[in-house]
């Protein structure tokens, strides 16, 4: 497979792992052209029979992906908050990386926020560079709630007290205390990071696909199917839309300078 034409991710793909970089300045936001282009990876991705480790890392030091772009929440309906039978668009892309029968990992050397960490969390594994990694989803801060699975994932991932410090403190997690509570797997200097995953993507990179695949499906079935969920944050997600104070807190946040990089590196809520 070519993996051509790709205009806000690098990719390269090498004896049997593919590595796809973030590079869309100035923060990598999860606009439309960079979530259809992470949606059109992981299909092509899932298709490659060649391929049976993905790592996803990015080309900025200081953003892995700040955050889903608030002017496309903006311009969804506020009107609709009956319960859809399928996931959302944005759920579906993100929650292929899980699913799919090869190993997925991504490398967090800078911040990760709202979509960037519910991206990060959908992967199957996450390392992080101390003093440089920062998770975090604000959500609640601007009248909405995590909506791209973040309340479904944290809650496996932290347990429940820990998800709803996250989600309901909107405040930066970094990289220790993520590693500490099993936002992330590990945490490593930043020197270390990088050739630590190398290490293990060709490790699982030489194990029979067939293997890898069943190992993952296996593992996944211990767990309760995550659809249900994702359709119960999905429909409150959308039912924060239509609140008065939804709308104000988001235009507050953009004239602010929210998704702009240095707002962004301060922290804005």
Not at 105 to 125: T, Y
Not at 217 to 240: H, I, K, M, N, Y
Request: aromatic fraction near 6%.
């Amino acid at each position: 497979m070519a993996y051509d034409n790709y205009q806000t991710l690098r990719i390269i793909v090498d004896r049997g792992i593919v590595r796809a970089t973030i590079d869309h300045p100035p923060i990598n936001l999860l606009d439309l052209a960079l979530i259809v282009e992470l949606d059109r990876l992981g299909r092509e991705v899932e298709a490659d029979d060649s391929v049976r480790v993905m790592i996803l890392d990015s080309a900025d030091p200081d953003f892995f992906a700040a955050h889903a772009d608030v002017t496309l929440i903006q311009a969804l309906p506020a009107d609709d908050t009956t319960r859809h039978f399928e996931v959302s668009g944005f759920q579906a892309m993100v929650d292929r990386f899980r699913t799919m029968p090869k190993a997925t990992i991504a490398v967090l050397e800078g911040i990760a926020r709202g979509g960037g960490s519910e991206l990060a969390l959908s992967l199957d594994m996450r390392f992080a560079a101390i003093g440089k990694a920062i998770l975090a989803q604000p959500e609640v801060a601007v009248g909405i709630i995590p909506g791209g699975s973040g309340t479904q994932r944290l809650h496996r991932l932290v347990g429940r007290g820990r998800a709803l410090e996250v989600v309901l403190g909107c405040d930066d997690i970094d990289a220790v205390t993520a590693a500490h509570w099993g936002y992330v797997n590990r945490a490593f200097p930043p020197g270390e990071l990088r050739p630590f995953v190398d290490k293990l993507a060709a490790r699982i990179a030489s194990f029979p696909p067939h293997a890898i695949a069943h190992a993952k499906a296996a593992v996944d079935a211990a767990l309760p199917d995550p659809t249900d969920g994702l359709l119960t944050e999905d429909q409150l997600f959308r039912s924060c839309l239509g609140d008065p104070e939804t709308a104000p807190r988001m235009s507050a946040f953009l004239d602010a300078g929210g998704q702009t990089r240095d707002v962004e590196l301060r922290g804005f809520v």
